[in-house]
């Protein structure tokens, strides 16, 4: 059984946050984040540090605690430093631009694929072919990625493809017909 939601989230000397009810408001030097939680759960604020308590024993009241206590803490975590996302693109002539605030991806298609950013997300490019995607909300950015490498995720035959810095393309043999195929 985890025990997550019983640890106590430390927030920073320059994160602020506001419990209103079932609204917990977090502002930082990045931005400002709001969740609603859920009204079989508490939010309390105590000497600087979020703890998060559940009214009931039921079973769905232990599953949401973990939970609420880790998208408060990703929360309180992005308005301080922000989260990044950083993929790879795999294959010759794969190549990636910023314009403006949109992504172009040259990826193999007879068309470029553009990728506009949602708002409080940010692409950066290096090399033409790492593209890192950053903003303070987790989720989003997580998203955003996943919409990114879903334009060409990677091959196993060849490998080519867009994929997150550090995946593992587990590879597959190819045709096993050429070997020996005029040998009799």
């Known amino acids: 059984m985890s025990r997550v939601g019983n640890n106590p989230i430390a927030v920073p000397q320059t994160v602020n946050v506001e419990i209103e009810g079932q609204k917990v408001a977090v502002k930082g030097p990045l931005g400002e984040l709001s969740l609603h939680c859920q009204p079989q759960l508490k939010v309390v604020l105590e000497d600087s540090q979020i703890i998060v308590k559940r009214k009931k024993e039921d079973a769905f009241s232990r599953s949401l605690h973990g939970l609420t206590r880790s998208l408060i803490a990703n929360m309180v975590q992005g ?106």
């Open 79 to 184: 308005v301080e430093k922000g989260w990044e996302k950083k993929l790879e693109l795999i294959g010759v002539g794969y190549r990636a631009q910023l314009n403006g605030e949109k992504l172009v991806l040259n990826v193999g298609f007879s068309h470029p694929v553009e990728v506009a950013a949602p708002e409080g997300i940010r692409f950066a490019v290096a090399d033409n072919t790492k593209i890192t995607v950053s903003g303070i909300d987790k989720s989003l950015v997580g998203q955003v990625a996943a919409t990114i490498r879903k334009v060409r995720p990677p091959e196993p035959y060849q490998g080519k493809g867009i994929r997150y810095v550090g995946e593992y393309v587990r590879r597959k043999a190819g045709k096993a017909g050429k070997v020996g195929a005029g040998a009799k």
